[in-house]
């Protein structure tokens, strides 16, 4: 379930953005970039900052979750005196250097458990003070510890310990770990996962367990546009205890500063369990498309609904009969919703109210654009071709989508009146489609309470086509 809403969205000119943004290369400057050395200490407990910028450009720094009496030592860099303003850092007179000392403080909350000695979880939007960015812009950073300390950051690394950080939409809070774990990176087809493997107190990971499960669910979403959606993806994996069912309790997907995936599992479980299990090809899923604005968090949340169960049924996980009984019954739950809004009301209400419409009205977009994609084209195309194409044109993107501009570029990419007009059809009815004639079409009876799939039926190829193997 990828975070959304959990703050404001950000617009590319506020302080929001910056944060873990920013970006070096500026626009029009010739090859003029901001340049950030951080030099991180073995205790973990604060981190030294020096920040260069181009002459003549003296934009204030702010940091979304930062405070200035965090700060030590804020002066320019040959010791003269620096201004503060409403909660910003202005550079102006520093000569094009400055520097500071921040500390680190460890994420605390029912979001962040323990975690083992020697490894610190922390929020870079708390200590990195950054312009408010043109577009374009990248900020440069060079990350100075002792050999012994690993560091996993959602920025794109350049080099040993070189990074630039570039635009990116910002949803839930960017994360860094920085300590003794193991960070492996893990080649997937068309891009690596440079994963951080966090064990907490009395909980062990076995290492080699967690890189398989993720190569299985990276390599199903990869199959459906060619490669994986990001080229260079941080992953954290922490231990925790599961209560339920599942071994893995929660996941959810960052796109701030760069993109993220974090996953909290029960290291104890036999990996069949974690196969088995659909959600991190469900987080995975989600960076198939841009970030999609909270309001409309029915199409991110719905696309990755539909894949989980698609996916896991190509790679034989699950039984078409049961992937498709998985879907329908979760349709068939969120049309039983008191009073549905429209879809473009659904964060007026409660999400403990909507939540099955949230997950589930979006899936059944994606099953219809699918079906009719497929049986327009006789299969030459289908929501897999046209994902890919947009993934190859698009993503990972650095702003925030609404459905309507992603919708119409889907349409554009498949060049084909699809998803724009069922899109207008959701937004003119409230709650769930009608999904009963395609049922029929399908071959899909569900009428008894059990899903049975039956030979008859004018789509019966594309049924059997969206579950296989190769998805076609």
Same mark, same amino acid.
């Given at each position: 379930?990828?975070?959304?809403?959990?703050?404001?969205?950000?617009? $590319?000119?506020?302080?929001?953005?910056?944060?873990?943004? $920013?970006?070096?290369?500026?626009?029009?400057?010739?090859?003029?970039? %901001?340049?950030?050395?951080?030099?991180?200490?073995?205790?973990?407990?604060?981190?030294?900052?020096?920040?260069?910028?181009?002459?003549?450009?003296?934009?204030?720094?702010?940091?979304?979750?930062?405070?200035?009496?965090?700060?030590?030592?804020?002066?320019?860099?040959?010791?003269?005196?620096? *201004?503060?303003?409403?909660?910003?850092?202005?550079? !102006?007179?520093?000569?094009?250097?400055?520097? %500071?000392?921040?500390?680190?403080?460890?994420?605390?909350?029912?979001?962040?458990?323990?975690?083992?000695?020697?490894?610190?979880?922390?929020?870079?939007?708390?200590?990195?003070?950054?312009?408010?960015?043109?577009?374009?812009?990248?900020?440069?950073?060079?990350?100075?510890? =002792?050999?012994?300390? $690993?560091?996993?950051?959602?920025?794109?690394?350049?080099?040993?310990?070189?990074?630039?950080?570039?635009?990116?939409?910002?949803?839930?809070?960017?994360?860094?770990?920085?300590?003794?774990?193991?960070?492996? !990176?893990?080649?997937?087809?068309?891009?690596?996962?440079?994963?951080?493997?966090?064990?907490?107190?009395?909980?062990?990971?076995?290492?080699?367990?967690?890189?398989?499960?993720?190569?299985?669910?990276?390599?199903?979403?990869?199959?459906?546009?060619?490669?994986?959606?990001?080229?260079?993806?941080?992953?954290?994996?922490?231990?925790?205890?599961?209560?339920?069912?599942?071994?893995?309790?929660?996941?959810?997907?960052?796109?701030?500063?760069?993109? *993220?995936?974090?996953?909290?599992?029960?290291?104890?479980?036999?990996?069949?369990?974690?196969?088995?299990?659909?959600?991190?090809?469900?987080?995975?899923?989600?960076?198939?498309?841009? %970030?999609?604005?909270?309001?409309?968090?029915?199409?991110?949340?719905?696309? =990755?609904?539909?894949?989980?169960?698609?996916?896991?049924?190509?790679?034989?996980? %699950?039984?078409?009969?049961?992937?498709?009984?998985?879907?329908?019954?979760?349709?068939?739950?969120?049309?039983?919703?008191?009073?549905?809004?429209?879809?473009?009301?659904?964060?007026?209400?409660?999400?403990?109210?909507?939540?099955?419409?949230?997950?589930?009205?979006? *899936?059944?977009?994606?099953?219809?654009?699918?079906?009719?994609?497929?049986?327009?084209?006789?299969?030459?195309?289908?929501?897999? !071709?046209?994902?890919? $194409?947009?993934?190859?044109?698009?993503?990972?993107?650095?702003?925030?989508?609404?459905?309507?501009?992603?919708?119409?570029?889907?349409?554009?990419?498949?060049?084909?009146?699809?998803?724009?007009?069922?899109?207008?059809?959701?937004? *003119?009815?409230?709650?769930?489609?009608?999904?009963? =004639?395609?049922?029929?079409?399908?071959?899909?009876?569900?009428?008894?309470?059990?899903?049975?799939?039956?030979?008859?039926?004018?789509?019966?190829?594309?049924?059997?086509?969206?579950?296989?193997?190769?998805?076609?």
């Amino acid at each position: 379930m990828e975070r959304q809403g959990n703050r404001p969205e950000r617009r $590319a000119r506020t302080p929001v953005l910056r944060l873990l943004l $920013a970006a070096g290369f500026l626009t029009g400057t010739a090859g003029a970039q %901001y340049r950030y050395s951080l030099t991180l200490h073995e205790d973990l407990r604060s981190v030294e900052v020096e920040i260069r910028h181009p002459a003549g450009d003296e934009r204030p720094l702010a940091a979304e979750g930062g405070r200035l009496s965090d700060l030590t030592g804020l002066t320019g860099c040959r010791g003269e005196p620096i *201004a503060t303003d409403g909660g910003r850092i202005l550079p !102006t007179g520093a000569g094009g250097c400055l520097r %500071y000392r921040a500390s680190l403080r460890a994420q605390s909350g029912r979001r962040s458990p323990p975690v083992s000695d020697g490894v610190r979880v922390v929020t870079p939007g708390e200590w990195l003070w950054v312009p408010e960015l043109r577009p374009g812009e990248r900020l440069l950073i060079d990350v100075t510890a =002792a050999d012994a300390l $690993a560091l996993s950051v959602p920025w794109t690394p350049l080099g040993a310990r070189r990074f630039a950080l570039s635009p990116s939409p910002g949803s839930a809070t960017g994360t860094a770990v920085i300590g003794r774990f193991p960070h492996p !990176t893990l080649r997937v087809p068309g891009g690596d996962l440079r994963v951080a493997v966090l064990e907490g107190p009395g909980l062990p990971v076995d290492e080699h367990k967690i890189l398989e499960w993720l190569r299985v669910a990276a390599a199903d979403v990869a199959s459906v546009g060619g490669r994986f959606p990001n080229p260079d993806l941080q992953v954290i994996v922490q231990a925790v205890r599961s209560r339920g069912r599942s071994p893995v309790p929660f996941g959810y997907v960052i796109r701030d500063g760069g993109e *993220a995936v974090r996953f909290f599992v029960d290291g104890s479980r036999p990996v069949g369990d974690f196969h088995d299990d659909w959600t991190a090809t469900h987080e995975f899923a989600h960076l198939l498309l841009p %970030y999609v604005r909270s309001r409309e968090k029915w199409v991110s949340e719905g696309f =990755a609904s539909y894949y989980q169960n698609v996916l896991l049924a190509r790679r034989g996980a %699950y039984t078409p009969t049961d992937a498709w009984g998985r879907l329908i019954r979760s349709f068939e739950r969120a049309d039983r919703i008191d009073e549905p809004p429209r879809l473009d009301r659904l964060h007026q209400r409660s999400f403990r109210d909507v939540r099955m419409l949230v997950y589930w009205a979006g *899936a059944a977009m994606a099953l219809m654009a699918d079906v009719e994609l497929r049986s327009r084209t006789e299969g030459r195309q289908n929501l897999d !071709t046209v994902l890919g $194409a947009l993934g190859r044109c698009c993503l990972p993107s650095d702003h925030t989508w609404t459905a309507g501009t992603l919708f119409s570029r889907l349409d554009a990419l498949a060049d084909a009146d699809v998803f724009v007009p069922l899109f207008e059809t959701f937004m *003119a009815e409230r709650g769930m489609p009608d999904l009963e =004639a395609l049922y029929r079409d399908l071959g899909i009876d569900s009428s008894s309470g059990d899903v049975r799939l039956l030979p008859e039926g004018r789509l019966v190829p594309v049924r059997e086509a969206i579950m296989q193997r190769n998805g076609n």
